[in-house]
């Protein structure tokens, strides 16, 4: 079988159609983002507060947002990068994104990560998304290990990903440029075999 994405095609045992499919928990909603989310996309990345330990500067105004729904369909559309928009059950509202990416279906390993809204820290809706995340990667992709990289400095995130089973299993000096700045990162891990379902 032939396919554009070259050797690190998806595997066998799950096919994607046109649309990441939704994903739900008893609180939240995974699911696709559409035109109608970019002022939430705004909120959640153009806050400075909330984009504090990114690997990229908050977005200016709502035409990067567009920008960035347009990137996360593009790459999509690669099968490289997977961004669900965290939709709350109870109002429809979104409320942050969570993401697989860096995907290596060859060596059945991606990368996850999570940004919440401001408004909404603090009452573990990341760690929902993060573990409805993990299931379907494990379960539906069939990855074999997640990786995530935290900044030292953000206790929360380093928390949240511990609790998720994640090991820590290096530290890497300097590794991006913030505002003009150079920032250490953490790597972690999460083995299928660890993962505690």
Same mark, same amino acid.
């Given at each position: 079988?032939?396919?554009?994405?070259g050797d690190n095609r998806l595997p066998m045992a799950y096919q994607w159609g046109d649309a990441l499919p939704t994903l739900t928990s008893a609180r939240l909603? %995974? *699911?696709p983002l559409a035109d109608r989310d970019v002022p939430a996309l705004f909120e959640i990345f153009g806050d400075p507060e909330a984009m504090r330990f990114w690997s990229a500067p908050p977005l200016p105004d709502l035409a990067a947002a567009h920008g960035l729904l347009a =990137?996360?369909?593009r790459y999509f559309a690669a099968r490289t990068l997977f961004q669900w928009g965290i939709e709350l *059950? @109870? &109002?429809g509202a979104i409320? +942050? &994104?969570?993401?697989?990416f860096h995907i290596d279906h060859n060596h059945r390993r991606g990368e996850i990560g999570c940004a919440i809204a401001r408004a909404h820290w603090g009452h573990g809706y990341a760690s929902d998304a993060l573990t409805t995340l993990i299931r379907f990667a494990f379960e539906q992709l069939? %990855?074999?290990? %997640?990786? @995530?990289?935290? =900044?030292?400095q953000n206790i929360a995130s380093i928390r949240l990903i511990e609790r998720q089973g994640f090991k820590r299993e290096g530290y890497l000096r300097e590794r991006y440029f %913030?505002? +003009?700045e150079p920032q250490d990162a953490l790597y972690y891990g999460l083995l299928r075999r660890e993962w505690n379902g």
């Amino acid at each position: 079988m032939s396919s554009r994405f070259g050797d690190n095609r998806l595997p066998m045992a799950y096919q994607w159609g046109d649309a990441l499919p939704t994903l739900t928990s008893a609180r939240l909603v %995974l *699911r696709p983002l559409a035109d109608r989310d970019v002022p939430a996309l705004f909120e959640i990345f153009g806050d400075p507060e909330a984009m504090r330990f990114w690997s990229a500067p908050p977005l200016p105004d709502l035409a990067a947002a567009h920008g960035l729904l347009a =990137d996360i369909r593009r790459y999509f559309a690669a099968r490289t990068l997977f961004q669900w928009g965290i939709e709350l *059950r @109870a &109002t429809g509202a979104i409320i +942050g &994104t969570c993401t697989i990416f860096h995907i290596d279906h060859n060596h059945r390993r991606g990368e996850i990560g999570c940004a919440i809204a401001r408004a909404h820290w603090g009452h573990g809706y990341a760690s929902d998304a993060l573990t409805t995340l993990i299931r379907f990667a494990f379960e539906q992709l069939d %990855l074999h290990r %997640l990786e @995530a990289d935290p =900044d030292p400095q953000n206790i929360a995130s380093i928390r949240l990903i511990e609790r998720q089973g994640f090991k820590r299993e290096g530290y890497l000096r300097e590794r991006y440029f %913030l505002n +003009g700045e150079p920032q250490d990162a953490l790597y972690y891990g999460l083995l299928r075999r660890e993962w505690n379902g």
